[in-house]
């Protein structure tokens, strides 16, 4: 299959070159040239089928013809060494706990399939692949433990200083190996159109083998598709129409939603649910996509003012508003909602939500409004313990920080101060 540019549908490459490429060179996003339909059979089978086999007939059915079955059987079991269990919180609302990987974080899926894939690349050639990646917390600390020690790769993590939870950064300044943190004195839509520079910079192109593990990559995005499949099996038999509920920042989640829907997954509908950078909601009741620079939340992940994937959203309905709109409803909440709706959670239903989980089940508890006959799905997309100090005060109690997380604590963090420049970023990779 060959992958197109959304700013340029006539610009088509392999998969290999979409993947090591991450970005098209006219600035767009790589899409595959058709999202085939899996069979009505597959998806009645779901419930029968293990993780790992749900994912490798989704991954197959659209990167089949592109890797032997045997290497990317081998990629997708790799990637899927954890479950996606959906938890009951009340009638007809699931959490689809997404953590259980070793950064307890949803990026754990795409980071893990994406470093597979270019590890196998890797060894197709001589040159060294750097991958350059923007975080707003957890895709750094994913990609970095995804990659760590994968010959033939070095990653270079850009964060903005002061904005991601001690315990994020931990996770990704600790590593050292062939892991680089750059410390840049801005905002996350600094440290995103930073990377994108460094991609149309034709010096650094000629110079160094680049690539991006964000979720403008389009391997880090196919793999997220997984876990609809997988939360949909563990509804079968499914007796009333199913709603997601994304909690959305650069909006590669629910992107990834919308390709699960249009592989035959019969999703009724998606709620893009955001902080106070409601861009997409703005724009689902406006028409009008406006970016403007992030504000900083509680829910420091989706902190995005300018989110990259709305790109791939428009594409994926030919930029009909009216067709997507029927699809995906947006809404958008405040930091005092989010902790009122964590402590009333934590207190009444007994189950601790992260900041990003409660916008989600917020979503789903404002578009049901008493409406028993749907059934709701919201991603919660990270331990809350990731967030240890957010919660805490929301709830008022003390949270248990799991082993996995009090290993990367007890580490010294390395990291290097960058100014907001992307001279001083060039200077840095050529260097």
Do not use: W
């Not at 680049?210 to 196919?222: D, G, K, V």
């Not at 930029?319 to 958008?332: K, V, W």
Request: charged share 20%.
């Amino acid at each position: 299959m060959y992958y197109y540019s959304t700013s340029n549908r006539n610009l088509r490459v392999s998969l290999r070159e979409a993947v090591v490429q991450g970005l098209a060179p006219d600035n767009g996003l790589f899409m595959p040239e058709h999202i085939p339909a899996l069979p009505k059979s597959f998806v009645d089978s779901l419930s029968k089928l293990s993780f790992q086999e749900i994912g490798f007939e989704v991954a197959n059915n659209i990167i089949g013809d592109d890797i032997p079955s045997t290497e990317l059987k081998r990629i997708v079991d790799h990637t899927i060494q954890f479950d996606a269990p959906l938890v009951a919180i009340e009638e007809n609302i699931f959490s689809l706990e997404l953590f259980h990987g070793p950064t307890l974080a949803f990026k754990d899926f795409g980071a893990r399939f994406l470093s597979g894939l270019l590890g196998y690349f890797a060894q197709q050639q001589s040159r060294e692949i750097t991958i350059l990646v923007a975080t707003s917390g957890d895709t750094g600390s994913a990609v970095a433990n995804g990659f760590f020690n994968v010959p033939g790769t070095k990653v270079i993590v850009l964060y903005p200083s002061g904005k991601v939870s001690e315990i994020q950064e931990k996770q990704f300044t600790t590593l050292g190996g062939n892991i680089t943190a750059l410390e840049i004195d801005g905002t996350f839509d600094d440290c995103q159109r930073l990377v994108k520079e460094a991609f149309m910079d034709e010096g650094l192109k000629k110079k160094l083998f680049l690539t991006s593990a964000n979720s403008i990559n389009i391997a880090r995005l196919l793999p997220q598709s997984f876990y609809y499949f997988r939360a949909y099996a563990q509804l079968i038999p499914v007796t009333k129409p199913v709603v997601f509920s994304v909690p959305s920042g650069n909006f590669g989640n629910l992107t990834a939603g919308l390709f699960a829907k249009r592989m035959g997954l019969p999703i009724h509908k998606f709620i893009a649910a955001t902080n106070s950078n409601d861009i997409v909601p703005q724009y689902l009741e406006t028409k009008v996509f406006s970016p403007k620079p992030s504000i900083a939340t509680i829910s420091n992940a989706m902190d995005v003012g300018n989110p990259s994937n709305f790109a791939r959203m428009l594409d994926i309905y030919d930029g009909n508003h009216q067709i997507l709109s029927q699809d995906i409803t947006g809404c958008r909440f405040s930091d005092q909602q989010t902790k009122e709706v964590m402590f009333d959670v934590f207190k009444n239903k007994h189950y601790l939500l992260d900041p990003h989980g409660a916008i989600g089940y917020l979503g789903l508890r404002e578009y049901f409004k008493g409406n028993t006959n749907q059934t709701g799905i919201f991603l919660e997309t990270a331990h809350p313990a990731k967030f240890k100090d957010v919660v805490q005060d929301a709830i008022g109690d003390v949270i248990a920080i799991p082993e996995k997380l009090q290993g990367f604590l007890t580490k010294k963090k390395t990291s290097i101060a960058m100014k907001n420049s992307f001279r001083a970023l060039k200077e840095f990779l050529l260097g």
